[in-house]
């Protein structure tokens, strides 16, 4: 099973400040991977897929990258809405297609 | 716009098993498979198993495997999730989540990926 190393695991940060959150796997996932978000008693959404393709309706502040087993998540400039946690996810070949531990952005 | 909506929250014993429900509408049932993902209280996401909508083929995760049933009903545009001999280590919020990709031809596979999530149903399991 692939494991799914996130940091840190909670950032502090103010409103219109950047954001880089980091994903580390085990072993190469190529561009398998994705990134949700997940607020106070919300179900997650999708943010990337394919390490840095933007899900429909996300805003352009949220970008991805990386390759093999090194990502980020950048988020720009937060707004209040960004302030949530964080899952990356791989997706390649067997399951079980694992998720990391969350980093609260704060 | 797409929907994913599940059934109330669930109180069960140890040993009992939980049957829940995701009405989905707004887009074509059997274009997407259909997951479960788990999230115990304060925990992380745990992805459970798959369903094919056309053929109702099934995958889940070794740990579950032997306990969880997964369908869906094409004619009621509804997902299930049937989880037998639970223990307080199931005590979690099940989400029904769909698949992102678009199911073109037959043969076509999941991408894994997740874009549209239920509201979540809270199962707790406690004597």
Redesign the interface.
Known sequence: EIVLTQSPATLSLSPGERATLSCRTSQSVSTYL?W?QQRPGQ????LI?DASTR??GIPARFSGSGSGTDFTLTITSLEPEDFAVY?C?Q?INW????????TKVE | QVQLVQSGAEVKKPGASVKVSCKASGYTFTDHYMHWVRQAPGQGLEWMGYTNPNSGGTYYAHKFQGRVTMTMDTSTTTAYMELSRLTSDDTAIYYCVRDLNVLMKIGDRPLYYFDYWGQGILVTVSS
Not at chain 1, 43 to 46: D, T, Y
Not at chain 1, 95 to 102: E, I, L, M, S
């Open positions: 994705a949700y179900a997650p959404r999708l897929y899900a429909t899952y996810q997706r399951p079980p297609w694992t998720f990391g531990q969350g």
